[in-house]
């Protein structure tokens, strides 16, 4: 089954630069939480830079053939991380953001003007804090003082989260910038490509240990094992090497040693290697200064809180809305962002994980924008990668009764213009072209139905592609209506709940047509024509535009095909509880039945 896609911007490296000077203007004009959210806004972009120019012209040449670009962007990620560092170990009372040597440096520079900037999920979905890897950094130094200096420590960064991680790896421990490593391919039996200034570093002095640092999949450290074995391979010591995952794997805990004996492999040895990590809800709730803690940045929004903050994540706010567990919706814990309950004087409030930098400010301002249209609750503002908006308690999913559905449809069909008329793309977004949800849809119904179902569908829309893609006027769609979604209001009327992730995560569909979000209101509420037909009228007469047909019934089973594979998926990631898989395996039932209406009847 195929559900995850890698998202892409395309931004100038001048542009890149006017961005962290916008956020490092606003970091000097704020205090606090704020201040140090815009200071890390900065940091994520000078990430993102770093990479972009690494993929422009790898890092795994000698140190003499990388470019003044390369170099200067580096330097420009330390200092930034640096920062991070000081203002966090302060609690924001560090307030030195002077880097104007570093970005002149740059500006005197031929910068690209096409870079691409492939999506930091750590950073914008998985709730990847730079600072919980600092906090690891600096228990890690603490573990060697009076035996190693920390700041001869070899850093390695993998990928492009992993790049900005290992630079505030590097800045805790006090050692020299970080060598970059270049995403490691999911492929069984791929293997890492590694700079070859790394190997002579890592082989030239014994006493140095070696830090790997990854920003992937939260339980993921596949990539970090990988250059690990590399390492080993090439003969560094399995016991010098040390992993910084983005959280400790399940099945291990902090801190285990190598325990492998003499000769023996690589995959042995590796197996064992020290893993060191603070977990990012242990951080946000217990962080040693309790100024430094989540419930401390948001009480100037809520007001002082009542209770302390209720972890309502991995499917735990079921319990809140619904009135027994036979009532729940299907849940897929491990994809649901962190997000928890805060009862305050005022009432209570959700305080939701929707990003950290520029992408969590651009969702907290699509979701403003949502509230003040009256289509999702109020939001109270935003705090360092959360969106604080206030809780709704509601009892049961969405019902619709026939004299209810015509009014629904037409709230549908206006929330739906809204977003196409009012909520455009950030500047330089890459959607997923119709050609590769072509591939999904094909990979998807073949995996659920069969492959002559797979073939069918895919001879059936393969002639429309060319034709539709010219059509397509990317917008931020909703990507999730889902009857569960809705929040009924006691007087009857209808809020949109989790708005604002879904057309920019780590899921394959996302910036399509709002057509998309059409095939998704027919797939999820079963609309007849007539139906759909008030649909697409409310929608058009909202947004001032034109639903393609056309491009609509292509979507529909692509929809259909995207939304069995991410059941089916989730069926297996919930698989040691038999109640959370009977609830998905029923969810991709419905789909799968509803994919083989849209398949077309094979050819005599």
């Given at each position: 089954m195929i559900v995850h896609g890698d998202r892409a911007w395309i931004e100038g490296g001048d542009a890149k630069l006017d961005g962290i000077s916008r956020d490092l203007a606003a970091a000097a004009s704020?205090?606090?939480?704020?201040?140090?959210?815009?200071?890390?806004?900065?940091?994520?972009?000078?990430?993102?830079?770093?990479?972009?120019?690494?993929?422009?012209?790898?890092?795994?040449?000698?140190?003499?053939?990388?470019?003044?670009?390369?170099?200067?962007?580096?330097?420009?990620?330390?200092?930034?991380?640096?920062?991070?560092?000081?203002?966090?170990?302060?609690?924001?009372?560090?307030?030195?953001?002077?880097?104007?040597?570093?970005?002149?440096?740059?500006?005197?520079?031929?910068?690209?003007?096409?870079?691409?900037?492939?999506?930091?999920?750590?950073?914008?979905?998985?709730?990847?804090?730079?600072?919980?890897?600092?906090?690891?950094?600096?228990?890690?130094?603490?573990?060697?003082?009076?035996?190693?200096?920390?700041?001869?420590?070899?850093?390695?960064?993998?990928?492009?989260?992993?790049?900005?991680?290992?630079?505030?790896?590097?800045?805790?421990?006090?050692?020299?910038?970080?060598?970059?490593?270049?995403?490691?391919?999911?492929?069984?039996?791929?293997?890492?490509?590694?700079?070859?200034?790394?190997?002579?570093?890592?082989?030239?002095?014994?006493?140095?240990?070696?830090?790997?640092?990854?920003?992937?999949r939260p339980f993921d450290d596949g990539a970090l094992r990988s250059v690990a074995a590399a390492l080993v391979e090439a003969g560094v010591g399995a016991d010098r090497i040390h992993l910084f995952p983005t959280e400790l794997p399940a099945a291990r805990g902090a801190g285990q040693r190598n325990a492998a004996g003499e000769g023996a492999s690589w995959a042995a040895s590796c197996e064992a290697l020290p893993c060191h990590a603070v977990e990012t809800e242990h951080l946000l709730?217990?962080?040693?200064?309790?100024?430094?803690?989540?419930?401390?940045?948001?009480?100037?929004?809520?007001?002082?809180?009542?209770?302390?903050?209720?972890?309502?994540?991995?499917?735990?706010?079921?319990?809140?809305?619904?009135?027994?567990?036979?009532?729940?919706?299907?849940?897929?814990?491990?994809?649901?962002?962190?997000?928890?309950?805060?009862?305050?004087?005022?009432?209570?409030?959700?305080?939701?994980?929707?990003?950290?930098?520029?992408?969590?400010?651009?969702?907290?301002?699509?979701?403003?924008?949502?509230?003040?249209?009256?289509?999702?609750?109020?939001?109270?503002?935003?705090?360092?990668?959360?969106?604080?908006?206030?809780?709704?308690?509601?009892?049961?999913?969405?019902?619709?009764?026939?004299?209810?559905?015509?009014?629904?449809?037409?709230?549908?069909?206006r929330y739906l213009g809204f977003r196409a008329g009012h909520l455009p793309l950030p500047e330089g977004f890459v959607c997923t072209p119709l050609d590769e949800l072509l591939v999904m849809a094909r990979r998807n119904t073949a995996s659920g139905l069969g492959e002559a179902a797979g073939e069918a569908l895919a001879e059936g829309l393969h002639r429309e592609v060319g034709r539709l893609e010219r059509m397509v006027r990317p917008a931020a769609i909703d990507g999730r209506l889902q009857r569960w979604e809705w929040l009924v209001l006691p007087d009857g009327g209808l809020l949109k709940a989790d708005a604002v992730d879904h057309h920019a995560g780590p899921e394959l569909v996302s910036g399509q047509d709002i057509a998309w979000d059409v095939a998704g209101a027919i797939c999820e509420f079963d609309l007849t024509e007539p139906e759909q037909a008030l649909l697409v009228a409310e929608l058009t007469q909202s947004a001032q535009i034109e639903v393609s047909a056309a491009l609509t019934a292509f979507l529909l089973p692509c929809y259909a095909a995207y939304q069995l594979g991410q059941a089916v998926m989730g069926a297996a990631a919930v698989a040691g509880s038999e109640d959370e898989s009977v609830r998905m395996r029923a969810l991709s039932l419905r789909y799968a039945r509803r994919l083989e209406r849209l398949v077309p009847a094979p050819r005599p």
């Open positions: 704020a205090s606090g939480i704020g201040r140090h959210g815009r200071l890390v806004a900065a940091f994520i972009q000078a990430t993102a830079l770093v990479r972009g120019l690494a993929d422009a012209n790898p890092w795994r040449q000698p140190a003499a053939q990388r470019s003044a670009q390369q170099e200067a962007a580096m330097a420009l990620l330390m200092r930034l991380a640096e920062a991070v560092c000081r203002s966090w170990e302060s609690c924001f009372g560090d307030a030195d953001l002077d880097v104007a040597a570093e970005l002149g440096r740059l500006r005197a520079l031929d910068l690209p003007r096409a870079l691409v900037s492939w999506d930091a999920d750590g950073f914008s979905h998985h709730r990847v804090y730079p600072e919980a890897h600092g906090q690891a950094a600096s228990d890690f130094a603490a573990s060697l003082r009076g035996h190693r200096e920390p700041q001869c420590v070899i850093v390695v960064g993998i990928g492009g989260v992993g790049t900005g991680l290992a630079a505030i790896v590097a800045a805790a421990l006090g050692a020299p910038p970080p060598f970059v490593v270049g995403p490691v391919a999911d492929a069984p039996g791929s293997e890492p490509v590694l700079p070859a200034d790394l190997f002579h570093a890592a082989t030239a002095d014994p006493a140095r240990l070696i830090a790997i640092v990854d920003g992937g709730l217990h962080a040693p200064n309790p100024r430094c803690r989540l419930a401390a940045w948001i009480t100037d929004l809520t007001g002082p809180l009542t209770a302390p903050l209720e972890d309502l994540s991995y499917g735990r706010w079921r319990e809140r809305r619904f009135r027994a567990p036979a009532d729940w919706p299907p849940a897929n814990p491990r994809q649901e962002q962190l997000k928890f309950l805060a009862e305050s004087e005022t009432g209570p409030w959700l305080v939701k994980f929707a990003g950290l930098g520029g992408e969590g400010l651009r969702k907290a301002a699509l979701a403003e924008a949502l509230a003040e249209a009256g289509f999702t609750p109020a939001v109270a503002g935003f705090r360092h990668g959360f969106i604080v908006e206030r809780w709704i308690d509601q009892s049961g999913a969405l019902e619709l009764p026939p004299s209810a559905r015509p009014a629904f449809i037409a709230h549908l069909g």
